[in-house]
């Protein structure tokens, strides 16, 4: 070959070229960043609007809808799914496959802000929100104490959160379970109804005082001046002198109607840490930092802090990324560590330490060179650039091994050093650079993924395809340029113990299987074919699922109770769990969250919004606490949890894979809420006779009481007074009205906030104590106006692309979620569904059938690209067909490999069948290649195809071995996540191996004689 001439006849240049690359490679490895799992930017948007004292039905009708309508027109916007909650109203929005979030994300703030202006007045918050793997928020520190008040511990919080925004490399700096002040204007409406003052006209005086409008500038000479306004009060006494009433002589004042005071907010969230009050700092990394590094950095500022804390304050550390990732980033290093050795100690025992060193010195090459490129591509180092490492390391040596022992041959033959490196790496060149791009194309799709999973593991097939086509460079230059200094021409008899033994076997019990594979050409076809079909038979055995448990040592509690239940209700069920959960050894550390979500803690979780009856609860376990013990100690939380009455106490592990609401999502659909609620109730019947079904919600198990403020329509009419009037009221009264800001002298801005003295804690009976005002300016009770009953509502609203549903969902343990899902399906063949209700599976479900889809394309475009390749190569159609044989004896390996292991076809072992495409085919390549050299020289068919098959029996072998030795620690230690993959193709390489030695020849004698005749 060209390039190994050059490579040799320029030896020097050679080796500054690779100097080069190498200083290259490892820049980029250094300047690389570290995290626990890629970067990926989910399809999806999140629109999130809150309105206090809100229903979920008037969060659908005055909240959703608008919104809904507006967003579904945006381009690239494929489903929208909605949630109405009390006061909360959620959209989420999913986008088409390969669209750009970024660019999708400016016209959904356009629609929502459209949408703004036919909300009603109070909403209090609306976000878009746009998801990434950097959402996590990768420092959790908790400020505790016992006997402090609470207002005490958030000065601290916010001095820490002032020296951790000092750190470029975080971002989104938060305080949990703090309770801001407001200015609390308490009415006496009892005064103000003597007083004859409507409401609206205290709302109106406030706003129109608090208004800060700028006031231009004026000049003077040579000045100029700002002109001041009027507006901005400056104390709470200058807030109660403001008028809101009264005449020209006689003003009446807001103090004489009001008590004003600094007040804490209402409270919506409570943070305990093993039981403690606290408050929570949180701080997320920004991309393209290492975590590791910046932890190193952050954490002297966080031990200086926590030694000048009070004694009675404790910093503790609830969550920090960068251990997980020194974990995981430790593990795989440790695996590819043991792959490299294993590689080595088979190379050294099959070739001897001179042909070893040729190919180990390839190893360190090809993955140095490799990473100044993936560093280029934007890649970190995390799970998936390490994994590529490993797949990769079996792959890249079968280069080094073909050159070097073809070297060997052609040295044997007399040639001297240089001629047999340049002529022995030119005769099998073609078929090294065919095989690597084989490879390579096997890859190439998997990369081209378009969904959330593509987006997850796109970073594995680009580094492979990087490192093997480095090794590829290093096998056609440095292998034979070192073949000079190093090799030496080795004779049959000196070779290692354990070729020649190899070889004895290859000249005895290979070479008479083999002869008699070709005199029994269809009996070994058909073995072949029903071999392939009792594999095929046993797949159903193996089952299939997608992503598996994240086997971390890490339990989420989601505790619900019916709608309706106040924050004191919620918190009694919770400390009851913390009193559990204090029993048990294994946990070290309790996280609770009372009124909303623990704030993320891994890429496919989302911190749940704020909900008086929802709470969480983040447990840390021993890190011994893993796998089946794990699963083992989860399942005897929720047997004890389940005997709690009222309220629905779930257990959940962490997962992998994109992010769903639950792993079984079934989805009801139909206008008739009644007959949503009958079906959801069914469907839950159901789910909980099918084993391993666990966590099963059902949204409308329960419904909520609502008082309802009946108003007399004509009466209200009759008296003058407007409805709008009258909601107002009754919303001012209890939850608030925003009336304006307060800044203090330091530049702290207060909400002014109008309300019942009884704030958060108004019984009925306080709503007498609500005045309206009449046509002729009379204060009329409300309960003249209005009748109060008890009313059962609905306590969530969901909708899909606009049509109201239901999602019924549950978790599974112990069995695979597509065999619940499978018996759920076939349970629901016998439903009846009334007209115009359907059904559809979400979840894990749908992810499955998206991804599997993508990854379907992706192996028939594989299998098209590398078909193309070798049609290129020999010239022929039927010699590819037989070098595809190989592809279903290797599905043979790997069926029966995950069988025996006991893992399920999930989808990283799809990911090793796809890699599989790739690797098999190599072998088969050099097969034919081989045979077809033989040939031209004037061999006969069948004297060719053994002469071939013995002459790449070793290499064969090694190239196994070696593929087999570099996947082994990561297959034995890469637990449920990457078994599964190491298996598939350890298995298949196993089989088609085996059988490609035999079959592939047979093949060809039948092809080849058919092309004779066709020839002929």
Avoid at 101 to 118: F, G, K, Y
Avoid at 119 to 135: E, I, K, M, T
Avoid at 307 to 329: C, G, H, W
Wanted: aromatic residues 8%; hydrophobic residues 45%.
């Amino acid at each position: 070959m060209k390039l190994t001439h050059l490579a040799l006849a320029n030896r020097e240049f050679t080796i500054v070229a690779m100097v080069l690359l190498l200083v290259y490679g490892m820049l980029g490895f250094m300047g690389m960043p570290r995290s626990e799992d890629p970067y990926i930017e989910p399809p999806q948007l999140q629109v999130v609007v809150i309105l206090p004292g809100a229903t979920p039905t008037d969060m659908e009708n005055l909240v959703l809808d608008p919104v809904d309508d507006l967003v579904r027109d945006v381009d690239h916007v494929e489903h929208t799914d909605g949630w109405c909650r009390d006061g909360v109203a959620i959209l989420a929005v999913h986008l088409e496959p390969g669209s750009v979030q970024s660019e999708v994300l400016t016209d959904v703030e356009r629609s929502v802000a459209e949408a703004a202006n036919e909300w009603p007045p109070g909403v209090l918050r609306s976000d878009v929100q746009a998801f990434n793997s950097f959402h996590v928020k990768s420092l959790q520190v908790a400020l505790v104490s016992k006997d402090r008040p609470l207002q005490d511990v958030e000065r601290y919080a916010d001095r820490l959160e002032n020296r951790l925004q000092q750190y470029g490399a975080l971002s989104d700096i938060d305080l949990f379970g703090t309770r801001s002040e407001e200015v609390r204007i308490s009415l006496d409406m009892e005064k103000m109804a003597a007083r004859n003052l409507p409401l609206t006209q205290v709302v109106n005086a406030l706003k129109s005082a608090s208004a800060n409008i700028p006031g231009g500038a004026v000049t003077s000479g040579d000045r100029k001046f700002n002109v001041l306004s009027t507006g901005d009060f400056e104390s709470l006494k200058q807030i109660g002198q403001t008028a809101v009433g009264g005449t020209r002589w006689s003003p009446i004042y807001l103090d004489e109607i009001a008590d004003l005071s600094f007040a804490p907010e209402d409270c919506s969230h409570v943070i305990r840490v093993n039981g403690d009050p606290a408050v929570l700092v949180t701080a997320s990394m920004k991309r393209g930092r290492n975590v590791n590094r910046v932890m190193a950095d952050i954490q002297p500022a966080l031990d200086d802090f926590a030694a000048n804390l009070p004694p009675d304050i404790k910093l503790v550390t609830v969550f920090d990324q960068s251990i997980a990732v020194k974990e995981r980033i430790g593990d795989f290093f440790q695996n590819l560590v043991g792959g490299i050795i294993l590689v080595g100690l088979v190379m050294f025992f099959a070739l001897g330490w001179r042909p070893a060193t040729i190919v180990m010195i390839a190893i360190p090459f090809s993955f140095t060179i490799a990473m100044g490129f993936i560093a280029s591509g934007g890649f970190a180092i995390q799970q998936m650039t390490i994994a590529a490492l490993i797949i990769s390391l079996g792959l890249l040596v079968d280069n080094g091994i073909v050159v070097t022992e073809n070297i060997n041959t052609f040295m044997l033959k007399g040639l001297n050093l240089r001629r047999a490196a340049e002529e022995g790496t030119s005769q099998v060149g073609w078929a090294v650079v065919a095989s690597t791009i084989t490879t390579v194309l096997a890859f190439v799709p998997m990369a081209m993924m378009q969904d959330v999973s593509g987006d997850f593991i796109r970073s594995m097939p680009i580094s492979v395809m990087i490192i093997l086509l480095s090794s590829l460079l290093v096998a056609l230059t440095i292998s034979p340029m070192l073949s000079t200094r190093i090799l030496r021409p080795i004779k049959p008899e000196q070779q290692p113990v354990i070729v020649r033994r190899i070889k004895t076997f290859v000249d005895g019990p290979y070479t008479r299987a083999l002869r008699f594979g070709l005199n029994h050409r269809w009996l070994i076809i058909t073995t072949a074919t029903l071999t392939l079909f009792g594999a095929i038979a046993l797949f159903p055995f193996v089952g299939v699922s997608f992503f598996p448990k994240a086997d971390k040592p890490v339990l989420m509690v989601d505790v619900n109770l019916p709608r309706g239940s106040s924050m004191d209700a919620t918190d009694k069920v919770i400390r009851w769990v913390e009193e559990v959960c204090g029993e048990y050894d294994e946990i070290e550390m309790v996280s609770t969250n009372v009124g909303r979500g623990q704030p993320s803690i891994y890429y496919n979780l989302s911190s749940r919004a704020e909900a008086s009856y929802y709470g969480q609860l983040y447990l840390t376990l021993r890190n011994d606490v893993r796998t089946e013990r794990l699963a083992a100690f989860a399942e005897g939380l929720r047997e004890r949890f389940d005997r709690y009455p009222g309220a629905r106490i779930e257990v959940m592990e962490l997962e992998q894979g994109p992010n769903s609401v639950a792993p079984i999502e079934l989805r009801l659909f139909s206008e008739d809420r009644d007959v949503l609620k009958r079906l959801a109730d069914d469907v839950e019947a159901e789910l909980r006779t099918i084993p391993g079904a666990i966590n099963i919600t059902n949204p409308l198990a329960t419904s909520a009481i609502d008082l309802k403020v009946d108003v007399k329509r004509d009466k209200a009419a009759m008296l003058g007074v407007p409805l709008h009037e009258i909601d107002q009221a009754v919303r001012t009264a209890l939850a608030g009205w925003h009336a304006g800001e307060y800044r203090d002298r330091e530049g702290r801005e207060y909400p002014i906030v109008l309300r019942l003295p009884a704030g958060e804690d108004a019984t009925v009976e306080d709503m007498s104590r609500i005045h309206l005002t009449s046509r002729d300016g009379k204060q009329i009770p409300l309960t003249l106006l209005a009748d109060f009953k008890l009313e059962p509502s609905e306590s969530i609203i969901q909708r899909r692309d606009g049509q109201r549903m239901v999602s019924v969902t549950a978790h599974t343990a112990g069995v695979p979620t597509a065999e619940v899902e499978e018996e759920l399906r076939v349970r629901l063949d016998r439903f009846a569904f009334p007209v115009g209700a359907r059904y559809e599976f979400g979840g894990e479900s749908e992810a499955r059938g998206e991804s599997f889809s993508s990854m379907y394309r992706a192996v028939a475009v594989a299998v098209i690209g590398i078909f193309g390749t070798m049609v290129l190569m020999f010239r022929s159609f039927r010699q590819p067909i037989i070098i595809f044989a190989a592809l279903p004896l290797a599905f043979i390996g790997s069926i029966f490999a995950l069988f025996i292991t006991g893992y399920t076809f999930s989808f990283t072992a799809f990911v090793g069948l796809t890699s599989l495409v790739g690797i098999v085919v190599n072998n088969s390549i050099l097969l034919v290649d081989m045979t077809n050299q033989i040939r031209r020289s004037g061999v006969s068919m069948m004297d060719a195809l053994m002469t071939s098959g013995q002459s790449r029996f070793v290499p064969i072998l090694l190239t196994t071995a070696t593929t087999i030795g570099g996947l082994l620690p990561l297959t034995l230690r890469g637990g449920s996540m990457w078994g599964p993959m190491g298996w598939v193709i350890i298995g298949g390489l196993l089989s088609s191996t085996v059988l490609t030695l035999v079959v592939v020849p047979v093949l060809y004698s039948i092809f080849a004689e058919k092309e004779l005749r066709v020839e002929g």
